[in-house]
């Protein structure tokens, strides 16, 4: 079930948190994986390390998807790797919680170049490598914020809402070659957070609102982007897929 083998992958982000255990489940499923990250070239080599062990290949790519030209050069050398890519995830991102009055003048725009146009440029970018693809398929992440709303960081929700609909747009312009989808992963302990999870009171005010009564894990969300990728979801396209322990329901 939702094998990978043979599968080359770009996961953007993925040198930790919810990109790096997404980069190790297609690595376990037996999918070649390039390796995405900004600026922490040890870190993707732990991963790309952890990629040899497991059995697959790997590459490591560099750049800031918020500045267009670097994310087509890395897009590129992660294309030219194998000369296409079947897969694409977009995991790469930022969050700014801030209320409204505290938002500085290049805060919003920061937050929607990197989470929204950031995602978009990639996949942009890929467009020629994926469609050299068999069974090409895209998988953005977007966040549980981005159709629920919650106190703070308009932007990072504004961005997420973006990210959805630009992942329902995408698969109607690039059907019936390039299946698109999207993961809405709810409140994940990872940096990205860290302040909320090691905080006493953040962290059991999120137990309470989440029906599953618990936070989540990387490893919670990178199945679900393993299943979107596979064969099993040939006919699934435009979907947002909630991994969020439940959060929405109340
Ligand atoms: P993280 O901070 O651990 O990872 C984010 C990754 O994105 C890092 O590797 C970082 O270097 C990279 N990145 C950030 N800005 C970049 C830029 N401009 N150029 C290139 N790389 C950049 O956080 P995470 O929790 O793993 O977040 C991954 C994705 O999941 C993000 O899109 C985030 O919005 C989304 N998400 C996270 C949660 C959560 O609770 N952790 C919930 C919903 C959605």
Same mark, same amino acid.
């Given at each position: 079930?939702?094998?990978? %083998?043979?599968?080359?992958?770009?996961?953007?982000?993925? =040198?930790?948190?919810?990109?790096?255990?997404?980069?190790?489940?297609?690595?376990?499923?037996? =999918?070649?994986? $390039?390796?995405?990250?900004? /600026?922490?070239?040890?870190?993707?080599? *732990?991963?790309? /390390?952890?990629? =040899?062990?497991?059995?697959?290949?790997?590459?490591? $790519?560099?750049?800031? $998807?918020?500045?267009? *030209?670097?994310?087509?050069?890395?897009?590129? /050398?992660?294309?030219?790797?194998?000369?296409?890519?079947?897969?694409? +995830? #977009? =995991?790469?991102?930022?969050?700014?919680?801030?209320?409204?009055?505290?938002?500085? &003048?290049?805060?919003?725009?920061?937050?929607?170049? #990197?989470? !929204?146009?950031? #995602?978009?440029?990639?996949?942009?970018?890929?467009?020629?490598?994926?469609?050299?693809?068999?069974? &090409?398929?895209?998988? #953005?992440?977007?966040? +549980?914020?981005?159709?629920?709303?919650?106190?703070?960081? +308009?932007?990072?929700?504004?961005?997420?809402?973006?990210?959805?609909?630009?992942?329902?747009?995408?698969?109607?312009?690039?059907? @019936?070659?390039?299946?698109?989808?999207?993961?809405?992963?709810?409140?994940?302990?990872?940096?990205?957070?860290?302040?909320?999870?090691?905080?006493?009171?953040?962290?059991?005010?999120?137990?309470?609102?989440? &029906? !599953?009564?618990?936070?989540?894990? @990387?490893?919670? $969300?990178?199945?679900?982007?393993?299943?979107?990728? %596979? !064969?099993?979801?040939?006919?699934?396209?435009?979907?947002?897929?909630?991994?969020?322990?439940?959060? &929405?329901?109340?």
């Amino acid at each position: 079930m939702f094998d990978l %083998s043979g599968r080359v992958v770009l996961v953007t982000g993925s =040198s930790r948190g919810i990109g790096r255990a997404i980069a190790l489940e297609l690595g376990r499923a037996g =999918s070649d994986v $390039v390796v995405h990250h900004r /600026a922490n070239a040890a870190r993707a080599e *732990e991963v790309r /390390a952890e990629l =040899s062990r497991i059995g697959v290949q790997s590459l490591t $790519v560099a750049g800031d $998807v918020a500045h267009p *030209e670097e994310v087509a050069r890395f897009v590129r /050398a992660a294309g030219e790797w194998k000369g296409r890519l079947d897969g694409v +995830v #977009t =995991s790469a991102g930022i969050y700014r919680g801030d209320a409204t009055p505290d938002v500085g &003048p290049n805060d919003f725009q920061s937050v929607l170049r #990197t989470d !929204l146009e950031g #995602t978009f440029r990639t996949v942009q970018a890929a467009l020629p490598f994926l469609k050299k693809s068999v069974r &090409p398929a895209i998988v #953005t992440v977007s966040s +549980v914020m981005g159709a629920h709303a919650g106190i703070g960081g +308009v932007a990072y929700q504004a961005a997420k809402a973006g990210v959805e609909q630009a992942t329902r747009a995408l698969a109607l312009e690039l059907a @019936p070659r390039i299946r698109v989808n999207s993961v809405a992963p709810g409140f994940i302990r990872t940096d990205i957070n860290r302040g909320g999870h090691e905080d006493p009171r953040f962290h059991a005010a999120i137990v309470a609102a989440t &029906p !599953l009564g618990r936070w989540g894990e @990387p490893d919670d $969300v990178a199945p679900a982007v393993r299943y979107l990728l %596979s !064969l099993e979801a040939d006919w699934v396209t435009g979907l947002v897929l909630g991994v969020d322990g439940g959060i &929405p329901l109340r």
